[in-house]
């Protein structure tokens, strides 16, 4: 969930509520009838609005806004957006107990919001699909026939080709710079190259890559949340950001199909096309078969379920290594360790990805970095398929079910020192077992639900922070400048002060 910045509406929305007064009644019979219902606690609010107003005027980012609550009313409570429940957990017990132990129950999503659905196909996707056929499918050949390990393999080539561009990306960017590189900028590039070729399966130049990603970005700020989200009353008052959202939308279509179209043919046709890969993520996807459905996925859902593969990855991800970067930074004795640790297990050659399994140091650092920086701290969002209790509490079907990450991860009841960035916990062991009763952490999920990309992520992760500590000496730009490590929403947590750091190349 995006950061509100809701404050620019304040004074439109007291001018208008007075136009709504049946709609008005009409829902605060709706909460007349949620007063039956023990919701967890949460902040008083007002009538229709509920705390829109608190968290616009707040100052604060969204999370930082659910962080204050946690800490006054506990690890579930309740936030009113407009029409919408909220209710956040941010316990490890909690989440054990809904997303493992009563999974069947928790394992839907939520109703979307007009915006989401027109470039979801109507929750056609892995991440929307409420649980049922269409889910099942959609996820069943994503982890099957295109993320499984031997399917992982089979980019192996992809993936060191991806790296050397990066480290020369970087290299050439340091010495037009006196040694300064901007580090998440040159992360996610390399990360939505090789998503790039898995998912059309046929090469693209780098001009063709600049305009699919700056077209993904446009489509993650488009589906950035509005005040009419949460008062759908209020729709008619933008009709300008109605009508974006449709024009984006069809750039979207039109730039991409015409890359689905090419892989179609090439695989009509072998050998026509010189950049043909053997294999990607549409060819699984031309014929799928889904249950209760005659037809295989349409153009546009082949758009979407593209596009859903693009942003689910790069990111993450990319967020992930300028986090790592940052950490290691500020932590030179970490990356000293982690730098001998590389040394000694691969030598004078390239890193690789069969190398990761030998670097017990490298593991840790990199769990580490997803305990304390996970990518979201908010995982997806669930909903539960029927009336249910957590904590005493209950859950009604219409309520958006919100994890609430750091809570979990930075726990002082379950981990020692948690905003210490200590890769050496997770050498003891325990600080890495995953106790029956609870969560420790779950920056990819957990249950039913979890990040079908998990496996693609981590290596994606390991091996391009073993590459860049392996080519290069990291630290701060300026030299005594001391790094902040606040964050910012943008889709991911990015860090407020976009990374730039000094590389100086390794002596080999």
């Known amino acids: 969930m995006a950061s509100l910045s809701l404050d620019s509406y304040y004074h439109l929305l007291l001018s208008v509520l007075a136009v709504f007064v049946s709609g008005l009644i009409l829902l605060l019979s709706i909460k007349s009838k949620s007063k039956r219902l023990n919701l967890p606690p949460g902040p008083p609010g007002w009538p229709v609005v509920g705390n829109l107003f608190q968290v616009a005027r707040s100052g604060k980012q969204f999370f930082e806004y659910v962080e204050d609550l946690r800490k006054t009313y506990g690890p579930i409570f309740t936030l009113k957006m407009g029409t919408r429940t909220l209710i956040f957990i941010s316990n490890g017990k909690l989440v054990h107990k809904a997303l493992m132990e009563n999974g069947s129950l928790f394992h839907s999503r939520p109703r979307e919001t007009p915006t989401r659905t027109i470039f979801s196909c109507d929750k056609f996707t892995v991440n929307a699909a409420v649980y049922g056929p269409v889910w099942q499918s959609l996820r069943r050949n994503m982890v099957q026939n295109m993320l499984s390990s031997s399917r992982l393999k089979e ?51 780098e001009k063709t890559i600049e305009k699919m990603d700056e077209l993904m970005k446009t489509v993650l700020m488009v589906l950035d949340p509005r005040i009419d989200d949460y008062l759908p009353i209020l729709s008619p008052l933008f009709p ?33 096309d ?26 546009a859902e082949l758009v979407t379920l593209c596009s859903e593969f693009l942003n689910g990855g790069t990111d993450t991800t990319g967020t992930g290594i300028e986090w790592g970067i940052a950490e290691l930074i500020s932590n030179p004795e970490i990356q000293s ?4 640790e590389i040394k000694q297990t691969v030598g004078d050659r390239k890193v690789e990805e069969t190398d990761v399994d030998n670097m017990v140091y490298l593991q840790a650092v990199v769990k580490e970095l997803l305990r304390k920086h996970p990518p979201t701290y908010l995982s997806l969002t669930h909903a539960v398929t029927e009336p249910a209790k957590l904590g005493g509490y209950d859950i009604p079907t219409d309520a958006n079910v919100e994890i609430y990450l750091p809570g979990i991860s930075k726990d002082p009841e379950v981990w020692s020192d948690p905003d ?44 391009m922070i073993a590459r860049m500590v392996q080519e290069f000496e990291w630290s701060a730009y300026p030299p005594e400048k001391k790094l902040d490590f606040s964050g910012k929403l943008a889709f991911t947590v990015v860090m407020k002060d976009p990374l730039r750091a000094m590389i100086k190349p390794r002596v080999v």
């Open 274 to 299: 010189k950049t043909a890969m053997s294999f990607s993520y549409l060819d699984t996807l031309f014929d799928l078969k889904i249950k209760d459905r005659k037809s295989a996925p349409s153009q």
């Open 420 to 463: 210490k960035f200590d890769p050496e916990r997770f050498l003891k062991e325990e600080e890495t077992t995953v106790a029956a009763v609870a969560i420790k952490m779950m920056p990819f999920g957990v249950g039913r639900r979890i990040c079908p990309g998990l496996a693609m992520a981590t290596v994606h992760v390991h091996l």
């Open 155 to 205: 980019f192996r080539d992809m993936r060191n080709a991806a790296m050397d561009k990066l480290i020369n990306r970087l290299r050439d960017e340091s010495e037009a710079n006196n040694g300064a590189v901007w580090v998440l900028k040159n992360a996610r590039f390399a990360f939505f190259r090789i998503l790039l070729g898995m998912c059309f399966g046929i090469e693209m130049d």
């Open 337 to 340: 360790k982690l730098y001998e």
């Open 240 to 272: 300008k950001q109605r009508k974006r959202v449709h024009e984006v939308r069809q750039q979207q279509i039109d730039f991409i199909v015409p890359f689905i179209e090419q892989r179609r043919e090439a695989l009509k046709n072998p050998g026509s």
